[in-house]
Nanobody, 122 residues
């Protein structure tokens, strides 16, 4: 099970930190990803991190503003979001993939947390 938290409301230029805590599985066996979905749109890749945390990737829209990290001892993955923009206003989801390496494709992920809403006002 994945439990996402940390969403909320912030003004443009502000920051939020999303957390995703895992339970019931061996967290270190999973690469992790963050995705987001706006109403009426497909769920899109935001960031991914490999099983050991050494490799990561970002969508072009968030590169340089967001940082993904993980602490295996805490069974947790984080998404630090800085310089937030109104267009970042969507629901964010964390996901796990039983593999060494992350994927940018949502269908590659085995399990998902519930979403957490981020609202950025201008």
């Amino acid at each position: 099970q994945l439990q996402a938290s940390g969403g909320g409301s912030v003004q443009a230029g502000g920051s939020l930190r999303l957390s995703c805590k895992a339970s019931g599985r061996t967290f270190r066996d999973y690469s992790m990803g963050w995705f987001r979905q706006a109403p009426g749109k497909e769920r899109e890749f935001v960031a991914g991190i490999g099983r050991r945390g050494y490799d990561n990737a970002y969508a072009d829209s968030v590169r340089g503003r967001f940082i993904i990290s993980r602490v295996n001892a805490e069974n947790a993955v984080y998404l630090q979001m800085d310089s937030l923009k109104p267009e970042d206003t969507v629901v964010y989801y964390c996901a796990g993939k039983k593999s060494m390496f992350y994927s940018t494709e949502r269908n590659d992920y085995d399990y998902w947390g519930q979403g957490t809403l981020v609202t950025v006002s201008s």
